[in-house]
């Protein structure tokens, strides 16, 4: 009789951030993921995340591919799509792809008079929810998704983004 021994390891976060912008003033690694990771605190099993930081026209282009909307978007978040059979835990570990506008991030962050880097932020978590199956199509979906994207902005110590916006 053959026996099955299955060991399940926790596994960190594979976060990979691709820079094709011209943009200076993005933040580094290290905060991508410490947003990544605090969005990510209940998942009990690490996963596989890229971050693609581009310009407006690679934004653009991809917004009316995918969404049949011309203009270049702030983010776009692209969930894993793999083939059905695999085995639940190769599923799960594969969340997904995030492309952030590096000029959209920075102008509405001045629109908002918000710091730049905490629209940053608030922009990960909020592709990485989108990742997690998160929307706000819906007024009581977009109410769950600002909830827990507060919720998660708050232990970073980053203000309600949805508070003076009306």
């Not at 990510?40 to 930081?53: P, Q, S």
């Not at 909307?69 to 059905?84: C, G, I, Q, R, W």
């Not at 008079?113 to 990960?124: G, I, K, N, Q, Y």
């Given at each position: 009789?053959?026996?099955?021994?299955?060991?399940?390891?926790?596994?960190p976060?594979?976060?990979?951030?691709?820079?094709?912008?011209?943009?200076?003033?993005?933040?580094?690694?290290e905060r991508?993921q410490?947003?990544?990771?605090?969005?990510?605190?209940?998942?009990?099993?690490?996963?596989?995340?890229v971050?693609?930081?581009?310009?407006?026209?690679?934004?653009?282009?991809?917004?009316?591919?995918?969404?049949?909307?011309?203009?270049?978007?702030?983010?776009?978040?692209?969930?894993?799509?793999l083939?059905?059979?695999l085995?639940d835990?190769i599923?799960?570990?594969?969340l997904?792809?995030?492309?952030?506008?590096?000029?959209?991030?920075?102008?509405?962050?001045?629109?908002q008079?918000?710091?730049?880097?905490?629209?940053?932020a608030?922009?990960t978590?909020?592709g990485?929810?989108?990742?997690?199956?998160?929307?706000?199509?819906?007024?009581?979906?977009?109410?769950?998704?600002?909830?827990?994207?507060?919720?998660i902005l708050a232990k970073?110590?980053?203000?309600?983004?949805?508070?003076?916006?009306?």
């Amino acid at each position: 009789m053959t026996r099955r021994v299955t060991t399940v390891v926790q596994m960190p976060l594979d976060l990979e951030v691709q820079r094709v912008s011209a943009s200076t003033d993005i933040p580094g690694d290290e905060r991508f993921q410490l947003w990544v990771d605090t969005a990510l605190a209940e998942k009990k099993d690490g996963c596989t995340l890229v971050i693609r930081i581009v310009d407006e026209p690679e934004a653009r282009c991809l917004n009316r591919d995918f969404r049949d909307k011309d203009y270049a978007t702030n983010v776009l978040s692209f969930p894993a799509e793999l083939p059905d059979g695999l085995p639940d835990e190769i599923r799960q570990s594969q969340l997904g792809d995030l492309l952030i506008c590096a000029p959209v991030v920075a102008s509405e962050a001045r629109e908002q008079s918000r710091p730049e880097v905490d629209h940053w932020a608030h922009l990960t978590i909020h592709g990485v929810l989108h990742l997690l199956g998160y929307d706000h199509e819906q007024v009581e979906d977009a109410e769950v998704m600002e909830s827990l994207e507060t919720e998660i902005l708050a232990k970073l110590g980053v203000s309600d983004p949805y508070l003076d916006m009306g």
